[in-house]
T-cell receptor
Framework: GENVEQHPSTLSVQEGDSAVIKCTYS??????FPWYKQELGKRPQLIID?????GEKKDQRIAVTLNKTAKHFSLHITETQPEDSAVYFC????????????FGTGTRLQVTL | EADIYQTPRYLVIGTGKKITLECSQT?????MYWYQQDPGMELHLIHY???????EKGDLSSESTVSRIRTEHFPLTLESARPSHTSQYLC???????????FGQGTRLTVV
């Protein structure tokens, strides 16, 4: 089955700096890669996703890059703000009707003033 | 409003009790998931369903069961609750194509 590794497990940056979280996946057939943000006491919510036919996607201060050859994808947050502090999860899903989402272990991002 | 609903939100029960956590979604999604998560920690997959009468066990499934008789409903049953089951349980659903998964608000379970 799919295995998703996520690094780092914790990340502390100063407000205004950039943050990068990296994930690798094992199943070369995976073709969908979402990123979720979970604030304290709340449910995970999708912030951005990318499909295997695209190498990069941006949404304001958030971007995701995908390297299919190396089987890794990354989340980039620019101009970080205190409200970006949360736990971030990457995930991967393969092709096929029975394929399921496999999550990384999460990264706790702390944006300090 | 299309959403995914979990009940109860909070539950405190005694050791040895049988409990069922409810999850329903109104989005017509064929895939549904149960995760166990301690606050701010990893999402551990307990069970997965890719359609009616089609379920798979996850990493932590050995002490629980699920059923998927209807598309919209995916209950999780703990046959004999233990203090080690104390955690938050999150239900999620997604469509058959590569679309996002939506999470319910969770059930926070405490076994005393």
């Amino acid at each position: 089955g799919e295995n998703v590794e996520q690094h780092p497990s914790t990340l502390s940056v100063q407000e205004g700096d950039s943050a990068v979280i990296k994930c690798t996946y094992s199943d070369s057939a995976s073709n969908y890669f979402p990123w979720y943000k979970q604030e304290l006491g709340k449910r995970p919510q999708l912030i951005i996703d990318i499909r295997s036919n695209v190498g990069e996607k941006k949404d304001q201060r958030i971007a995701v890059t995908l390297n299919k050859t190396a089987k890794h994808f990354s989340l980039h947050i620019t101009e970080t703000q205190p409200e970006d502090s949360a736990v971030y999860f990457c995930a991967a899903r393969g092709a096929g009707t029975a394929s399921k989402l496999t999550f990384g272990t999460g990264t706790r991002l702390q944006v300090t003033l | 409003e299309a959403d995914i609903y979990q009940t109860p939100r909070y539950l405190v029960i005694g050791t040895g009790k049988k409990i069922t956590l409810e999850c329903s979604q109104t989005m017509g999604h064929d895939k549904m998931y149960w995760y166990q998560q301690d606050p701010g920690m990893e999402l551990h997959l307990i069970h997965y369903s890719y359609g009616v009468n089609s379920t798979e066990k996850g990493d932590l499934s050995s002490e629980s069961t699920v059923s998927r008789i209807r598309t919209e409903h995916f209950p999780l049953t703990l046959e004999s609750a233990r203090p080690s089951h104390t955690s938050q349980y999150l239900c999620a659903s997604s469509g058959s194509m590569n679309t996002e998964a939506f999470f319910g608000q969770g059930t926070r379970l405490t076994v005393v």
